[in-house]
């Protein structure tokens, strides 16, 4: 890897931090409807942390995910300090797990790739949040005893927006990159394939 990649990643992660501070922020303007939050519904950490580990693999995704909150929190009091730990180990897994997995599924076709290492690292890391959650977060917390329940609900029905946009969302931008020629292409012939 050349100094030329590195500082490029590092650029990518400093950009893909900030969203994780100014994304938030913007949703959150956006005013409530009943229960119907935009800034919490979108879960709009995950999209920039889960860009950062697919762009520039699974170490700068990992501090994306760790750093992205901790300066979102400090800057903006988003997540406020009883979530934070937990959201950072969320957005952690899920930079860590992208990136990890992008480098590891070659099947051929770049969106196949995308789309596999996406929803593999977002089920992953719901699934271990939930774990960690359960074992190490929840019984010292006043919210009482974590369920299944409680975790499926959290997780997967209240976030199922946020799910969706990222499932558009994160392709979208990543083949924009490449043609923009901010990011290499996979295979020789990704233009013709995908």
Same mark, same amino acid.
């Given at each position: ?12 992660? =400093?950009? @893909?931090? +900030?969203?994780?501070?100014?994304? *938030?922020? =913007? %949703?959150? /303007?956006?005013?409530?409807?009943? !229960? ?5 519904? %979108?879960? *709009?950490?995950? %999209?920039?942390?889960?860009? @950062?580990?697919? $762009? ?7 501090? @994306?995910?760790?750093?992205?909150? /901790?300066?979102? +929190? ?23 797990? !992208? ?9 051929? &076709?770049? $969106? ?13 890391? &719901? ?8 074992? $190490?977060?929840? #019984?010292? +917390? ?16 209240? =976030?199922? *927006? ?8 994160? #392709? ?23």
């Amino acid at each position: 890897m050349t100094k030329t990649t590195d500082l490029t990643k590092t650029a990518t992660t =400093a950009v @893909c931090i +900030s969203l994780c501070v100014v994304l *938030p922020l =913007a %949703l959150h /303007f956006i005013p409530a409807v009943g !229960s119907f939050n935009l800034g919490v519904v %979108l879960s *709009p950490m995950h %999209l920039p942390v889960l860009l @950062c580990g697919l $762009i520039c693999g699974w170490s700068y995704g990992l501090a @994306c995910g760790i750093i992205g909150p /901790f300066l979102s +929190s400090l800057i903006t009091s988003m997540p406020g300090w009883a979530k934070l730990p937990t959201m950072m180990v969320e957005l952690a897994l899920y930079g860590l797990i !992208s990136g990890a997995l992008i480098e590891l599924i070659r099947t051929g &076709r770049q $969106i196949l790739d995308l789309y596999i290492s996406l929803i593999l690292a977002m089920l992953t890391g &719901r699934i271990f949040t939930g774990i960690i959650r359960a074992f $190490i977060f929840a #019984p010292r +917390s006043e919210e009482g005893v974590y369920t299944i329940q409680a975790w499926a609900t959290g997780y997967f029905v209240s =976030a199922f *927006p946020g799910i969706i946009m990222q499932l558009i969302l994160i #392709p979208i931008l990543y083949v924009g990159l490449q043609r923009a020629k901010l990011v290499p292409y996979r295979y020789q012939n990704a233009k013709n394939k995908d």
